[in-house]
């Protein structure tokens, strides 16, 4: 029935509008009856004619007191009326609605809805929307629903049609528990529909809404718990936990620095992962500088003198080879064998390396993700960690169980709010370092109006004159790497020959050979460039100390999460660091965020705001992980996420195949198959 394709016969209209309906992606019943309205207008009581107001839209029942039409010099019609009420007269016009005048009568009784004004000492209303009071009121007298628009198909013809459907509402079978319904006080599927459509009154709006918002959350969340739950029962095999007579002293003395306490209660938390019968899966989850990779360290220090190989994967060849660089440095000190593997070595490195592996004489290699992908052997792996990789999924982990099932720890320096961390990464154990080691100095960002770019510029060239190092990061013009190179070129030109012709420039992009790539980057980190401008490539990991100056083109077109991300690129060394925000738009929400900038240093703040002023989808990561928009929850209601996950954990728990549900079973198999294209983490 509900699945039925909707046609011009059951809708009464034409085809087009039938067609209309299925570019929109209304093509069943169900799909119509599960199309939500986008807001309300509360238009339940009635304005008195005597209390009406200039300044807003009035809705008001009366009756006619008398109706003509009027003919005009150019040919078309004014109809004038004056209604009453029992409090006052109005008069009203419309124009060319000549109709009207067959529609009502003197003593009819008439909604209108609309504006009043004040012309030649009287009150009027001009063009009022009308309606005849009916048994049931749709357009007004009721709390309106607001459908998303198209051209065609309005929210007063929407309205129409899905009133008129509206019973075949009840022919959706209920899918929750019952014990989730009841405990939970929910409304049932079909009365949600209904009221969320056409509420009785508000009580019953809010009930639908909450549980169409716990429907859509508790989804996800079954999902990720239910992921959770098999990743921690497929294990099968040698447990891989550290050894009891583990001594950490050791690694503390040799970094060069004392734990922050967010550190130390992320590598508690870790540790007392690596001691459990079934594998870690953990997120971290750090602002760029936290020293999430001193708590990586940690992990690797403590499986590898358990006597298990460990891999660190990160998305860049640049970011593996630093991170080679500093664990080298920390690592090899304790007698360990740590090696780097990249797509750019020959085949005959690769091939030796791949060989210390297999022979087990390797004990930690680092490369880009690719390295867990090219069936090489680890006879004794024990624990994978993944930086800075939102796409590491699903299928990715099915991998790596067939790697021995090691333990797994994600890295992440975007922080994104915690509500929303459950429900995109609810499959994972969370850590948040909320913490930044001590002793840095806030780095200084400052907007930078079109007007001001040239004081900026030779501030800039004056700051690298006495020493310093800048990245210039081109805009995001669109989703294309050659427009993004070309961009990039342009700019790398003018600011060479142009702004910055004494100093050294360099340019990095995502299209560069990765030797070049690497020849760059490491010209850069020595000093022999002074300004290195480049494409988003450089967004995450790059660590060059003497750089202190950040400058973005285009600011307004990035994100709050990724603008963060670049500013992290500085303030890692021992001078004041500075941030310079360029922009040519001037719209409020444009301005808004990147006065954000300015005034928020911490990344979850930032990830707050962001959520605040464009929604979740906006969010660093939250489109790729697959999520399907949220179209009732919203991810700032932490009460109902928390009764959610309640639930959803006792479904897993007590029927994870949801052999008893099968309506519920049915539409989690679908959404899975409609995310696993994406491949969620
Ligand atoms: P991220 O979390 O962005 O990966 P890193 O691990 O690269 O951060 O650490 C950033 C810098 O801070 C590195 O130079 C690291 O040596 C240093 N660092 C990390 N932890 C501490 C600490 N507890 N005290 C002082 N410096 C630290
Ligand atoms: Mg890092």
Redesign the pocket.
């Known amino acids: 029935m509900l699945s039925n394709r909707l046609d011009s016969k059951i809708l009464k209209t034409r085809d087009s509008y039938v067609a209309k309906l299925k570019e929109m992606g209304i093509k069943t019943l169900a799909d119509l009856l599960t199309y939500f309205p986008r807001a309300y207008r509360d238009e339940q009581e009635f304005t008195r004619i005597n209390e009406m107001r200039t300044d807003e839209v009035n809705v008001i029942q009366a009756k006619i007191k008398s109706i003509l039409n009027v003919p005009t010099r150019a040919g078309g019609v004014v109809t004038r009326a004056v209604v009453a009420d029992s409090t006052g007269e109005l008069p009203v016009m419309w124009f060319n609605q000549r109709h009207l005048k067959q529609m009502f009568f003197k003593g009819s009784e008439i909604i209108l809805t609309g504006k009043i004004k004040f012309e030649k000492g009287r009150t009027m209303m001009m063009s009022p929307k009308y309606e005849k009071p009916a048994a049931v009121l749709l357009h007004t007298g009721r709390i309106v629903p607001v459908y998303p628009e198209s051209e065609e198909i309005t929210s007063k013809w929407l309205r129409e049609k899905i009133f008129h459907l509206l019973p075949y509402a009840k022919f959706f079978d209920e899918y929750l528990p019952f014990w989730v319904l009841q405990g939970e006080g929910l409304l049932s599927y079909s009365d949600a529909i209904y009221h969320v459509h056409f509420a009785k009154d508000e009580d019953f709006l809010n009930k639908a809404r909450e549980r169409l918002a716990f429907d859509e959350l508790f989804m996800l969340q079954f999902m990720a718990l239910r992921r959770k739950k098999w990743w921690q029962e497929g294990f099968t095999g040698e447990k891989k936990q550290v050894s009891p007579e583990l001594d950490m002293t050791y690694f503390y003395s040799a ?6 306490g967010a ?1 130390k209660r992320t590598i508690g938390e870790i540790f007392t992962d690596l001691k459990r019968d079934f594998p870690m899966l953990r997120l971290v989850q ?10 990586a360290a940690a992990a690797i220090y403590a499986m590898v003198k358990s006597g298990y190989q460990c891999v660190l994967m990160a998305p860049t060849e640049i970011l593996a080879r630093q991170h080679y660089k ?1 664990l080298t440095e920390l690592l090899t000190r304790f007698g360990f064998n740590v090696q780097l593997m990249t797509g750019s070595m020959t085949a005959g490195e690769h091939a030796a390396v791949a060989m210390q592996l297999a022979t087990g004489t390797c004990d930690v290699v680092i490369g880009t993700h690719a390295l867990i992908q090219e069936g090489i052997t680890f006879p004794k792996l024990g624990l994978v960690v993944i ?1 800075e990789q939102h796409r590491f999924g699903v299928k990715q982990r099915a991998k790596l169980k067939a790697q021995g099932f090691p333990h797994l720890l994600n ?1 992440s ?1 975007t922080p994104i709010p915690r509500t929303m961390a459950l429900t995109i990464y609810g499959d994972q154990d969370l850590s948040i ?1 909320d913490e930044l ?3 840095r100095t806030p780095i200084v960002t400052r907007l930078v109006p079109e007007d001001k770019r040239s004081d900026a510029e030779f501030w800039v060239s004056d700051q690298v004159t006495k020493g310093r190092q800048v990245f210039v990061v081109c805009p995001l013009i669109e989703e294309s790497d050659a427009i993004q190179v070309k961009a990039a070129t342009l700019e790398f030109e003018r600011l060479s020959k142009e702004v910055f012709p004494q100093h050294r420039l360099a340019l990095l992009h995502g299209k560069m050979k990765a030797d070049d790539k690497e020849t760059v980057m490491q010209a850069f980190s020595q000093g022999d460039i002074d300004i290195l401008v480049s494409t988003s490539v450089i967004e995450v ?1 790059i ?1 060059v ?1 003497n750089a202190s100056i950040m400058m973005i083109e285009g600011s307004d077109r990035f994100g709050l999460a990724q603008l963060h991300q670049f500013r ?1 690129r500085v303030g ?1 060394g021992a001078h004041q660091s500075y941030c310079f925000l360029f922009t040519d738009s001037n719209t409020d929400q444009a301005l808004q965020r990147l006065k954000y900038m300015v005034k928020f240093n911490s990344g979850f703040d930032l990830a707050e705001k962001d959520l605040e002023l464009r929604g979740p989808g906006e969010i660093y990561g939250v489109k790729q992980s697959g999520i399907p928009d949220l179209r009732m929850a919203s991810f700032s209601n932490k009460e109902l996420l928390d009764r959610v996950r309640a639930c959803a954990q006792r479904l897993v728990d007590e029927d994870p195949n949801l052999t008893g549900y099968p309506v519920l079973a049915e539409k989690i198999l679908k959404l899975e198959s409609q995310m696993e294209v994406t491949d969620a983490a």
Not at 255 to 260: A, D, G
Not at 287 to 293: A, C, E, H, L, P
Request: glycine share 20%; charged share 20%; net charge negative.
């Open positions: 970094l060069p620095f004392e734990l922050t550190q750090g602002d760029v500088g936290s020293g999430k990779t001193a708590v500093n930086d890295l320096a370092l080691p001590p002793g990991g660590d100390p992290g890692r």
